[in-house]
């Protein structure tokens, strides 16, 4: 008994000491940023991903009492709820709670990380490897202070998940049936695409069983509980079957029933559609495809957003190995103490599937390294668990032991130090936002690049065409289109997009009360519009909006929101609607060159990458071709903050064009297209059509204008 009290406390200790180390790490941030007001909103620093405004929407809805269905407002998720929660019970400001959460939340890590070391009895190796994963760059990154994201507990869980089936496996008590099926309640309930590692955790231990293990019928228990868990129904159902599977298994007399009930499980997994989600999400991070096809009528061919991801791109070994464990030589030297405390302690192979879907970023991009991050953490824990017991004297077993720990934690910790993300938008960014909150009503529309969506939605309170979740290439054709085209072209795809998103909102909801049979289908925006317009060829429609076309009634007003920043992406943006949505085929790109390093040698300005600008001659060089500008435009902001521009034509003939933003200190070199684009017109040259807008805020971090049509 002393021993267990012994042993208890020590591991309460080892917790605790982790947690205070895992807390104290992300603080790091904090103290960098702190106090700048750039970064500063209501008197607290503003988190720094764009998808954490859309939790704190769904949490800020809650608390206010104030969401419709349609304002796709996250109300029922598990985070917003969570976070509701500790706002509202809390004596901090909104602010603070979503900046903060991250913080407590993702530390819990090192729980199961310390309980599954004890499990092995090796309390030493279960601190280290808590330490380790808790900073390790790639957890580290999703799960700063901040970064206000279901991340925080998508490692936590599993990995409760993990101890729960070990201690399962290994005592054969009946407790951890119930714990390991809440667990993935849980899971499942907090992030939903978790489908892929149970069902990972599940094959690995029917595999188990059936090789090693196949007459304990304690193993066909917890398959057949975990697979209640894992059908696809909504938890309330799920809870109900899994109370009376435990119950049933409780029960000695039917005990001879075990198989029946797993095979019912299975069918009932499979009948619910428990694995149509693995596979796609695989299609969507691992199968992409540049061009998403219509599956009926028209059959566009729309631009595919996941080639335009970052994280879920490839990435090269040495970023990948960083990620997981630091340096690559940690990373090595991880995988070699992985597979010995697999050799020593076998129960540990039932970590594979987090190693696999870690292993998973080769292919399908960074944003899976988390997952393999405490698993290997495991391994490179035990080689100096391992090198310490060797040790002479117990003095060097514990001097070698802190040696090798902070040997390892060093690049991990550098890296903190070094990743100083800035906030998502800038104060007078949401000063602006804020402001058009109290202009806008809630169910009128702000047009933006889909980056900027969420944030929109939180600060302004209005609602998105497209945002980080909803950006199919169907919905991003318009709004780039839109961002890309002329002014009238434009205004016209706005007015008709908002009421044709409208229009489908209102037969989904119609739809609710109809038969299947009965139900309308809708397609894409884009398709019903052709079709309504009376044209059979998508290339014709778009083309008409460029004469007098009659518009739908207008049901709501619409805003564009330009920022500065969308400078650094607007290439990206002008790549979904640069397709021919009949046959696919990509459209030579329009010429934009952004350049904030340059400098002046004779009358030469060398703006890099080749582009020189002889300012004497008015000829700009692209690489090995030397074009003629067609202007030169200076723009800049006085002492009051007014709009100044001047504009000097050289050759009306040529298709390239300078602007130089001398108060941004930087030179736009970009052809006659981009040049008279909504974006560059409104934004960079103040230029507006004052029949088609109306301007209504202004900065030089963005500029917002009312669609007058």
Do not use: C
């Amino acid at each position: 008994m002393n021993n267990l009290t012994t042993e208890t406390r020590l591991t309460l200790l080892y917790i605790l000491i982790a947690f205070a180390f895992s807390v104290a790490m992300r603080m790091i941030w904090f103290y960098q940023f702190n106090g700048n007001e750039a970064f500063m909103f209501n008197n607290q620093l503003m988190i720094n991903t764009n998808d954490g405004y859309v939790w704190a929407e769904g949490a800020r809805d809650l608390l206010s009492g104030v969401s419709q269905e349609y304002d796709l407002s996250p109300i029922t998720s598990a985070i917003s709820r969570i976070t509701a929660f500790f706002a509202y019970i809390l004596p901090f400001s909104f602010e603070t709670v979503i900046l903060y959460i991250p913080v407590f939340l993702s530390s819990l890590v090192v729980i199961p990380i310390i309980l599954i070391a004890r499990d092995l009895d090796n309390l030493e190796l279960g601190l280290i490897a808590a330490m380790f994963a808790s900073i390790t760059w790639s957890y580290y990154n999703r799960t700063m202070m901040g970064y206000f994201d279901t991340d925080m507990l998508n490692i936590v869980l599993p990995m409760f998940l993990l101890w729960s089936i070990i201690w399962a496996i290994d005592t054969k008590q009946d407790k951890f049936l119930l714990i390991t099926a809440i667990d993935i309640l849980i899971y499942r309930w907090w992030y939903p695409q978790s489908y892929a590692l149970e069902f990972s955790f599940f094959g690995l231990i029917l595999l188990y069983t059936l090789i090693w293990d196949r007459k304990n019928l304690y193993n066909y228990k917890l398959l057949a509980i975990m697979m209640f868990a894992m059908i696809n129904l909504d938890g309330f159902i799920r809870f109900p079957l899994i109370l009376v599977a435990f119950y049933i298994f409780k029960q000695e007399k039917y005990q001879k029933y075990i198989y029946y009930i797993l095979a019912l499980s299975v069918v009932l997994f499979f009948y619910t559609g428990g694995f149509n989600p693995i596979l796609s999400k695989l299609k969507a991070y691992v199968f992409t495809d540049v061009v998403k096809i219509g599956e009926e009528g028209l059959k566009l061919h729309f631009y595919s957003v996941m080639q335009t991801v970052r994280e879920a791109g490839h990435i090269p070994f040495e970023t990948f190995a960083n990620r997981i464990s630091g340096h690559t030589i940690t990373f090595v030297l991880s995988i070699v103490g992985y597979i010995y405390l697999a050799y020593r302690h076998k129960i540990m192979l039932f970590a594979v599937p987090m190693i696999g879907l870690g292993f998973l970023a080769s292919v399908g991009g960074l944003r899976f390294t988390i997952y393999a991050v405490p698993i290997l953490a495991f391994g490179i824990a035990f080689l100096i668990t391992e090198v310490s017991r060797v040790m002479p004297s117990k003095k060097l077993k514990y001097l070698s032991m802190i040696a090798f720990t902070l040997a390892i934690i060093y690049p991990n910790y550098k890296h903190i130090e070094s990743y100083r993300v800035p906030t998502v938008f800038n104060s007078e960014e949401v000063e602006i936002l804020s402001e058009l909150g109290s202009i806008a009503d809630r169910e009128d529309y702000v047009i933006s690049w889909w980056d900027y969506g969420y944030p929109i939605r939180y600060y302004s309170d209005v609602k998105t065409l497209v945002d980080g979740n909803k950006h199919l290439g169907s919905m991003n054709f318009p709004v780039s289109f839109m961002l890309t085209n002329s002014q009238d072209a434009s205004a016209k795809m706005a007015r008709l997009d908002v009421e044709y998103t409208e229009k489908a909102f209102s037969i989904s909801e119609k739809n609710k009360t109809l038969p299947i049979s009965e139900r309308v289908k809708v397609s894409t925006n884009i398709e019903e519009m052709t079709k309504d317009y009376g044209f059979s060829d998508t290339n014709d429609f778009l083309l008409s909006l460029g004469t007098d076309i009659k518009l739908p009634n207008k049901t709501r007003d619409i805003y564009f929101y330009l920022p500065y920043r969308m400078l650094n992406i607007y290439p990206t943006v002008s790549m979904f609607s640069n397709i021919d949505l009949m046959t696919g085929e990509t459209k030579p790109p329009a010429f934009f060159y952004v350049s904030r390093f340059f400098k002046e040698n004779k009358n030469i300005l060398n703006l890099g990458r080749g582009v020189l600008f002889d300012l004497q001659k008015q000829t700009v060089k692209l690489g090995n071709q030397e074009v003629p500008v067609k202007r030169f435009v200076q723009t800049s902001y006085d002492k009051d903050m007014k709009f100044q521009k001047e504009v000097k034509v050289s050759n009306p003939m040529a298709d390239i064009s300078i602007i130089y933003m001398s108060s941004y200190n930087i030179f736009l070199i970009l052809d006659e297209k981009s040049y008279n684009s909504l974006y560059v017109k409104l934004m960079i040259l103040n230029e507006y059509d004052k029949s088609l807008f109306e301007p209504v805020l202004s900065n030089m971090h963005a500029k917002i204008y009312k669609l007058k049509i």
